[in-house]
């Protein structure tokens, strides 16, 4: 069966301070991977997908990017944190001929 | 991808059957109906998804209406471990993005 998996769970940074979150997907081959954001009280916002191995599409400007080294490896990164960085980010995966998204648990970041 | 509409909160006691409302009355014909749920502090759970016919999982059941304006969830037995909130989304299969709104606040009372 297949598995998703995020961490840190939680994560407190300083405004400034830089950011990796990181996601990797187990038991299956050339999944498509996305990142989402979701504010307190809030849907979920789409950040970046992904259809394979360093391919990015960006779905809204912000200072925030991502990669894909592996193929099942999915990395949000951050060069300096703002305060409105913090958030509850979702990394999920679906596969190429199905449209179903699974989640993985979140990281929960507190940008001070 | 076409808006829904849902009711903000429900309460269902335990043992009970759940029906969930959704309404997508600009819905195109492309476009499937998906739920989700999310509890607390946890990453979306898929539950199911159709186009016009009703579907059955472990899960739940989707109740799709004919002219597929609207749809309900039924999850048949509700457990305390039900309570979540409850996405109504609807998208083209080919569309990478999920809009999540707000939600039902399902609560299922002991």
């Known amino acids: 069966s297949q598995t998703i998996h995020q961490w840190p769970a939680t994560l407190v940074q300083p405004v400034g301070s830089p950011l990796s979150l990181e996601c990797t997907v187990e038991?299956?081959?050339?999944?498509?991977l996305y990142w989402y954001r979701q504010a307190a009280g809030r849907g979920l916002q789409l950040l970046f997908y992904?259809?394979?191995?360093?391919?990015i599409s960006s779905e809204v400007p912000q200072n925030l990017s991502a990669s894909r080294p592996q193929d099942r490896q999915f990395i949000l990164s951050s060069k300096k944190l703002l305060l409105s960085d913090s958030g509850f980010y979702l990394c999920?995966?679906?596969?190429?001929?199905?449209?179903?998204?699974?989640f993985g648990p979140g990281t929960r970041l507190t940008v001070t | 991808d076409a808006k829904t509409t849902q009711p903000t909160s429900m309460d269902c006691a335990e043992g009970r059957a759940a029906n969930l409302p959704c309404n997508h009355s600009?819905?195109?014909?492309?476009?499937?109906v998906y739920w989700y749920r999310q509890i607390h502090s946890q990453g979306p759970q898929y539950i199911i998804h159709?186009?016009?016919n009703n579907e059955t999982n472990e899960m739940a059941s989707l109740i799709i209406t004919e002219d597929r304006k609207s749809s309900t969830l039924i999850l048949p037995h509700a457990t305390l471990r039900d309570t979540a909130v409850y996405y109504c989304?609807?998208?083209?299969?080919?569309?990478?993005?999920?809009?999540f709104g707000t939600g039902t606040r399902l609560t299922v009372i002991p």
């Open positions: 999920a995966w679906s596969k190429g001929d199905t449209y179903e998204q699974y």
């Open positions: 038991g299956t081959s050339n999944p498509n």
């Open positions: 992904s259809v394979g191995i360093g391919q």
């Open positions: 600009t819905i195109s014909g492309n476009e499937y």
């Open positions: 159709g186009l016009k």
């Open positions: 989304i609807v998208r083209a299969q080919e569309a990478n993005n999920l809009f």
